[in-house]
């Protein structure tokens, strides 16, 4: 959106800049200006509903008024257009796009959104009130970012678009930096450089005026107001009904998923959530489901035969792929690409992976992601429950004290000693990777709040601001969401500050760009919005019971998979990333980290990066991840900057 530029200026911009996400929608390409008022769309397509021309974009609606580049999928389109038709809409196709553009002409633009089931990042066009509204689907499944600066803006489905633009600030956000280093990923809002956002989730931004600052975005939905409607209003019948309605819930969350014209399948695990949503696909098809999955060379990392004995109780067409070390190593240089702002979640790689492996076969795959942000499905939730109120309430001395105790032991002789005591251990005490775990827990002893205690869960590096040069770590949003009396308890806190941030800016990000880098669509039916809500009207009694999360989730499981294929120590989607280093990847790591006084331009200091690293090939710490997050930021760096 640029004031005073041609219409041959206009579309060869958008066009360099959609070039540059041709992963994303390898079967068409679209364009359109105004030269009038300085706007510009590109469009790359991925065709999945309405593969014919109708489905066309940019697509423009029935009377002109609006023009739209559409991102993502609106699921429950049938319906609307139904809805749409009995007051007098028709139709030249049956794409989505051409359902929300009548809608957006019928109802106005956010009582339409408010009306849509799906994931999705939309750029229209207003003519009439000349202005162009941003919007993102409620749970940030799909992602927009913005770039401004006075008198241009830009946006697109991935930062390496605005690159390309006709103007771009590559300036870092050293906050972004820092909050990078500590969770593996930026947090939303911001992004990695200075004059460019994420639009959250749940929100929509109107621009009018390209040269006056970017307005504030605004909220049509957020976790917190789902949060505090559901501790409001909080589902009053039984457990058999509560575990009936959230079947019924994700079986038609399931079923609005399945709408596609081109070969779906599922992404399985062999995990609580997977196995729920591929059970529940098979329920819906006539023909076996087809599911994919990958295997690491490392059994404690392995959920491969997991994944294959849940396919085979349910009569999927599976297939399975094995990753090494040495496959890591070769995927390493592709990834600054694919993430192209700094990424180090470790599980990106068999993400990729799994979706190279089903793109094979499918264009559309349904996963289980979100399952334990709604419904307590993480150790540290549980954790938090029993544990970080009470080590609240100890004085801090003593729990330095303790701290240094646990911390004096290496986390390879804590992992001796548990597998010593392995044999007499309750299995709900067989933790994996329990070193590790317990200095993790020591770390967050020396916190002085709750809120402090669970950052430290959650951070790779401890104190990252002394990595980088005139750094700044502001984690505004879960600090807060602890720290508030509401909702309670601590546990759905935990579950809000998650889905806040970590949801959308590292789970839903991982898989959105490992996916569509290969032209694969994912989706999400457990973070139906429906869902989401229904997940905060039910007590914690509901999600978290003696010690082990997914209470509901599992019952509605437990109906269709034998509870004894299913229930094991919790791996999630993890990999060998210290063996890993200490391994294959270790001469990159060395040529990485040995050698400067500083690292990327001077962003990061070089000693305590050094110093980690000794430790980590003594053993003395399990700071592999952190190492990791350094070595991404390289590779990112080297190709970015």
Sequence with gaps: MTPSSDAQTLVDAARSM??????RGPDDAGDWADERVGVAFGFRRLS???????????MMSASGRFTIVFNGEVYNYRELRHDLEQSGARF???SDTEVILAAFERWGIESSVSRFIGMFGIAVWDRDEPSLTLIRDRLGIKPLYVYAEPGFVSFGSELKALVAGPRFDRTLDLTAVTAFLRHLYVPGPRTIYQRVIKLPPGHVLTLVRPEAPLPESRPYWSPQEAADRGQRTPFTGSEREAVEALDALLHDAVKLRMRSDVPLGALLSGGIDSSTVTAMMQDCSERAVKTFSIGFDRDEHNEAPAAARVARHLGTDHTQLMLTGEDALALIPRLPDMFDEP??????????LVSELARRDVTVALSGDGGDELFGGYNRYILGERLLERVARIPRPIRRVAAAGIGSVSPTSWDRVHRAASPMLPSKYKHR?????????ADLMTNDSIAHMYQSLLSAWKDPGSLVENGDDRDEWVTRVLAAPSPTPLSHRMMLADQGVYLPDDLLAKVDRASMATSLEVRVPLLDHRVVEFAWTLPLALKIRKGEGKWVLRQVLYGRVPRTLVDRPKMGFSIPID????????????EVIAGSETYCGGVLRGEPIRRAWREFLNGQRESGLALWAVLMFHAWHERWS
Excluded: C, N
Aim: aromatic share 10%; proline share 10%; charged share 20%.
């Design 579 to 590: 063996d890993w280093l200490r391994g294959p990847l270790r001469v990159w790591g060395e």
């Design 92 to 94: 030249r196709g049956h």
């Design 433 to 441: 990777l329990p070193g590790a775990k317990l200095h993790k827990f």
């Design 343 to 352: 990424f180090a979640d470790p599980s990106m790689l068999p993400t990729y």
């Design 18 to 23: 959609s070039d540059q996400i041709t992963h």
């Design 48 to 58: 999945i509903i309405d593969v014919s021309d109708q489905g066309h974009q940019p």
